[in-house]
């Protein structure tokens, strides 16, 4: 065994026998519900099968956290997550030994000290095993890992560890960390003060309300081509997603109406758009359609067919011809073919489409508002299944927040997703007119399931629909990433200048993405591409700072305007 694994070994030992000493101490709420008995045997349990885990060179790192203390309401649920490197040298969970395999593969596990957990929620497996995985992470790759915790009834400050168990008895070195997790009624720190109404003089607010007349619609500034639209895409028009696990819940905005320019006309935007939604692609040329209630395809604007819920339909491309097949028959066409409710309530499924949740994989994320387009890209050689649906509902499956997030971020996070993807469906370069934005290398979008866990930022979304980020007019394209270090990035430090104009004879303006210190960051490090606005930041300036989603968003775009343009 290596001198540097003997001394991690060493000092592990010495925090876990302090801890075990601590616990005797520790001021506890329920002081029924935890035990220094099973505490010490679990912390002794782990420093054993550390040792046997070095020795199969199992080793983690963990990078980063989504909360380092967790403030949350009693009997309420949170989402947490982590993400962790595998630093060792044997992949998780490891290859299984002869006669010992549960479908091909061991499982991985996030557990806790305590057993049975008084933080359990209904998603755990077991009263102390918060998540299993059978994930294959490889040596040098990273993953994220989210679970749920469940507040309990009595206010207090708690503390639980929890740490990475391969096969479910095997602590993986490195995995183990301690959450704080502090109970309160009042999770922002404070109670609220009481609210009062506040009537605008109109004769004085019209004064500060810009009309914009019918100009452009095409934007001022564009981000980075993409080099090849079927791959990711660059850094620049791929913001990285905001984390998805919460850090505290509800702080009350201070924003008015007052600072918002209406805009009257924009000849391209009497209405709210559509936009086209590149879900995934299928190896095989063959996708599965069916929904909840009735449904209709149509082929050249034309309905072909009409089909009761949980009716699965395949299309098939083949030869340049779309093969609809059903139980009672196959018929061909030549254009695309084009899936559509008859209802609103009813929503479309795509089958085949796997996309599951880290924290349960028992949730599917291939559900969709609007309609599904099944249409071959003959430069790319697939075949799409593409969303079409009003602009507000891609917005509202955007998953790049939690529920619980403080309202003036989920706005700043809806305002600067709806503009980003509003500047490329008008632009409608990105992925040369074939859809305007993808599933996951543009914002996180999951659809309908998305929408229905994140009802908090589903009203977000509606407070500000139709207002989007603008610089003289103009809508500009809003990129945003995790966290800065404390001072974002401009778009020349990162991308350089932009290489083309925009197509009105004018050249490409970025004075709205220039580097910016955001305090709330400051110690922190940077992840993602550190362009535009930090999530976590904007996270921290509502919470803790009290500022409203428009101050958010000016600070990160410098000289803008949040206008209402439909």
Do not use: C
Request: hydrophobic share 35%; glycine share 8%.
């Amino acid at each position: 065994m290596k001198k540097q694994t003997l001394y991690k070994l060493s000092l592990e030992l010495l925090v876990a026998i302090l801890l075990i000493i601590s616990s005797t101490y520790t001021l506890n709420p329920l002081n029924n519900n935890f035990s220094q008995d099973t505490t010490s045997k679990f912390l002794l349990n782990k420093i054993f099968h550390q040792a046997q885990a070095a020795e199969t060179n199992y080793q983690a790192e963990i990078i980063e956290q989504s909360n380092y203390v967790i403030n949350i309401l009693p009997g309420k649920g949170f989402t947490f997550s982590i993400k962790i490197k595998n630093t060792g040298s044997k992949s998780w969970p490891a290859s299984p030994s002869q006669g010992e395999s549960r479908n091909g593969s061991r499982f991985f596990y996030i557990k806790s000290s305590h057993q049975p957990s008084i933080f359990r929620h209904n998603f755990w497996l077991d009263s102390n095993t918060a998540l299993r995985s059978n994930l294959q992470i490889a040596p040098g790759e990273t993953t994220t890992l989210k679970f749920a915790l469940q507040g309990p009834p009595a206010v207090g400050l708690y503390s639980e560890t929890f740490a990475l168990m391969l096969n479910n008895n095997t602590m993986i070195p490195g995995s183990m960390f301690e959450l704080p997790i502090n109970v309160t009624l009042y999770p922002h720190g404070k109670a609220p003060k009481p609210t009062r109404s506040v009537t605008l003089n109109s004769s004085k607010s019209s004064s500060n309300i810009k009309k914009l007349t019918s100009q452009k619609a095409t934007g001022n500034i564009q981000s980075p081509p993409a080099t090849n639209t079927a791959q990711t895409a660059p850094p620049s028009t791929t913001p990285s997603s905001p984390l998805s696990s919460p850090l505290s819940p509800q702080v009350a905005g201070v924003a008015t109406s007052q600072n918002i320019k209406v805009v009257k006309q924009l000849s391209i935007l009497t209405s709210e758009p559509d936009i086209r939604v590149g879900l995934y692609w299928s190896p095989a040329k063959l996708i599965q359609v069916t929904a909840d209630g009735e449904f209709a395809v149509y082929a050249g604007g034309i309905k072909q067919g009409h089909y009761g819920a949980g009716t699965i339909v395949k299309v098939q491309y083949l030869n340049g011809v779309y093969n609809l097949i059903l139980p009672s028959g196959t018929a061909s066409f030549n254009q695309p073919l084009v899936f559509k409710p008859l209802s609103e309530s009813t929503i479309l499924e795509l089958p085949d489409y796997e996309r599951r949740v880290g924290w349960n994989a028992s949730i599917n994320d291939n559900r969709f508002k609007g309609n599904i387009e099944i249409k071959y890209n003959p430069r790319t050689d697939r075949l799409w299944a593409i969303n079409e649906l009003p602009l507000e509902d891609y917005v509202a499956g955007i998953d790049e927040t939690s529920n619980i997030d403080v309202p003036e971020f989920h706005k700043a996070l809806a305002v600067a997703a709806r503009t980003y993807a509003l500047f490329h469906l008008l632009d409608n370069t990105r992925y040369r007119g074939f859809f305007h934005v993808d599933d996951n290398n543009d914002q996180i979008y999951r659809g309908y399931n998305a929408s229905r866990r994140l009802t908090h930022f589903v009203t977000a979304v509606e407070e500000t629909a139709g207002q989007v980020v603008t610089l003289n007019d103009d809508i500009v394209v809003t990129p945003y990433f995790t966290q800065s270090n404390g001072q974002t990035k401009s778009y020349s430090e990162v991308w350089g200048l932009p290489s083309r104009g925009d197509g009105n004879g004018g050249g490409l303006q970025i004075s709205h993405l220039i580097s910016v210190p955001v305090p709330q960051d400051v110690g922190r490090n940077l992840i993602g591409h550190g362009v535009g606005m930090s999530a976590q930041g904007a996270k921290r300036m509502a919470e803790l700072d009290n500022l409203d989603y428009q101050t958010i968003l000016k600070h990160f775009y410098t000289g803008v305007d949040i206008s209402k343009v439909y």
